[in-house]
């Protein structure tokens, strides 16, 4: 019922920046949240940030202060903006979206790779 496709994952220096995107497409209910989780090898898959489409934001404490999340409700887009990236950051990045009902489906997208080095 929903798509979701991530973009703008990439290779980066510790300190450096990235912008990730996420366009969700098919039969979006309006009230949902929408996040980010990231999963490195090995390891399990964790919630990073999340937004609702009135913008209520929920942040990892990892990542206060240097990642902004976002979303276009028009456009049906979140976005993460990654700033001062350290290699801990380093792991694939999924996109989630859960419509705010009881029973709800949940919708992931297949995820895009983010490394810094160091």
């Known amino acids: 019922q929903v798509q979701l496709v991530e973009s703008g994952g990439g290779l980066v220096q510790a300190g450096g920046s990235l912008r990730l995107s996420c366009a969700a ?8 949240t ?3 989780y990231r999963q ?8 990073v940030a999340s937004i609702t489409e009135g913008g209520t934001i929920v942040y990892v404490d990892s990542v206060k202060g240097r990642f902004t999340i976002s979303r276009d409700n028009a456009k049906n887009t979140v976005y993460l903006q990654m700033n001062s990236l350290k290699p801990e950051d380093t792991a694939v990045y999924y996109c989630n979206l859960r419509p705010r009902i009881y029973y709800p489906n949940v919708y992931w997208g297949s995820g895009t790779q983010v490394t810094v080095s160091s």
Do not use: C, V
Not at 25 to 32: A, C, E, P, V
Not at 40 to 47: L, N, T
């Open 25 to 32: 497409s098919g039969s979006i209910f309006r009230l949902n």
């Open 34 to 36: 929408m996040g980010w």
């Open 40 to 47: 490195a090898p090995g390891k399990q898959r964790d919630m």
